[in-house]
């Protein structure tokens, strides 16, 4: 398809919705190319706020987001306010920790603060003048043909712009792809697994971390299991995946105590008692879901970018990664259709969709394996081959490099042949 001349881009507003980490660093994408970006967030903001609400999940940041925080000049900034993590550390039910490295020597991913690294992104955005933050707009409705968009404020007024360019950042449960719905030919599906995840707070101990803090902690116990990522201010965020069915049988504190003295007994002194069992009843179990559609656009008028178009259960550590990654895809598109929205929109699609849903399938995958087979003689040897064969080991290359996910999928595939010869001559 040939692409139109560059158009002018003082007439262009490109519209993001959703103030979220990828609609933030969308909007720093948009506004270096010098278009006319109005951000429109349902929530206030954040930065004003003294709690945050919202998924608090730890976010591990890897190669896919660092590359596309570099390419608007955040990196460096957001880097130094990680802690590295090298490796998973796996806690047996009987104390010993394991540690197994995520890649080669050297190779590390950042544990980050979602928080603050969205406060980052929307000061960055800002920081432009041709971009305008719109806090407290809940979208009401928008036209895929006008692209004439109705936002409701808190005291029930209501806004309209016409944008040239809209584009959904605005979360799993998105209301900019409720009119991709009402399309034909559009792909859709969402499935929620059986558990849920539930966060306590590890607090320093003396001013120091309580665990070693350069490390992904793991607690697998096969059904469910725990994690723990460290912070800035030393203490550690523990996230507790388990099956609904199970927290609901858990109704008192002397019942909190009695799972974890069975199922993490080292981590009850770490946690403190009372902390436990006040924080496990604070709020529910949160729900997890996997999205997929297809396609990612609606004509040159709208396209989804991040949850909005592929949100991903967390246990490949790659939601944020990917929805990042996103934005530096369409950047490069961009580039090779002189910003002509005509072509940007269904070329992004084609390139983008098959790697999204790789994700996802893979996301998937791996919290089965995290929960349960990490603590097999089989996973363990299977590591120390992983590591001979390091460069077709997917979670490498999808944590370290930019390979595309379907290609690494694809690897992984051919690599499983191997392991599994290797086995039978063992």
Not at 203 to 208: L, R, T, V, Y
Not at 263 to 280: C, E, H, K, M, N
Request: proline share 5%; net charge neutral; with cysteine.
């Amino acid at each position: 398809m040939e692409c139109a001349e560059e158009p002018r881009k003082d007439n262009v507003v490109v519209a993001v919705v959703g103030g979220g980490l990828v609609g933030a660093l969308n909007a720093c994408y948009f506004a270096r190319r010098g278009f006319q970006v109005e951000v429109f967030e349902s929530r206030g903001d954040i930065r004003e706020a003294e709690i945050v609400r919202g998924r608090s999940i730890n976010l591990a940041l890897s190669h896919r987001g660092r590359q596309a925080l570099s390419r608007v000049g955040m990196e460096e900034k957001i880097v130094s306010k990680g802690i590295p993590m090298h490796a998973r550390m796996i806690h047996s039910l009987n104390g010993k920790q394991s540690p197994i490295p995520y890649g080669k020597k050297g190779q590390y991913i950042l544990s980050v603060d979602r928080a603050g690294l969205n406060k980052d992104l929307l000061t960055e955005a800002e920081s432009f003048p041709n971009a305008k933050m719109n806090f407290d707009h809940r979208l009401h409705d928008w036209n895929s043909d006008t692209g004439c968009m109705t936002f409701i404020r808190p005291d029930g007024t209501k806004e309209s712009l016409q944008a040239d360019l809209i584009v959904g950042c605005d979360g799993a449960f998105s209301t900019i792809r409720k009119q991709f719905l009402r399309q034909g030919r559009f792909d859709y599906s969402q499935t929620y697994i059986p558990h849920g995840y539930l966060e306590l707070t590890m607090p320093a101990i003396d001013g120091e971390f309580a665990m070693k803090p350069n490390f992904l902690h793991i607690w697998p116990r096969n059904t469910f299991m725990m994690i723990a990522l460290p912070n800035q201010d030393k203490t550690f965020t523990c996230t507790l995946f388990m099956p609904f069915d199970e927290f609901e049988k858990i109704t008192s504190g002397d019942e909190v105590m009695d799972f974890f003295q069975t199922y993490f007994p080292d981590a009850i002194p770490l946690i403190g008692v009372d902390s436990l069992q006040r924080d496990y009843f604070r709020l529910p179990a949160q729900a997890m879901v996997s999205i997929k559609c297809s396609p990612y656009h609606i004509k040159d008028k709208c396209v989804l970018m991040g949850d909005a178009a592929h949100a991903v259960v967390p246990f490949f550590g790659q939601g944020m990664n990917a929805g990042f990654e996103d934005c530096i895809v369409f950047d490069e598109i961009m580039d090779q259709c002189n910003e002509d929205f005509s072509a940007v929109l269904p070329e992004y699609t084609r390139v983008r969709v098959p790697d999204d849903h790789t994700i996802a399938d893979l996301a998937m995958y791996n919290y089965v394996e995290m929960r349960a087979h990490v603590n097999s003689k089989w996973f363990l040897f299977r590591k120390k081959l992983d590591n001979i064969l390091h460069f077709l080991l997917p979670k490498t290359i999808v944590t370290f490099t930019r390979i595309r996910y379907h290609e690494a999928l694809q690897r992984w595939q051919w690599q499983n042949k191997i392991l599994f010869i290797m086995q039978l001559l063992l």
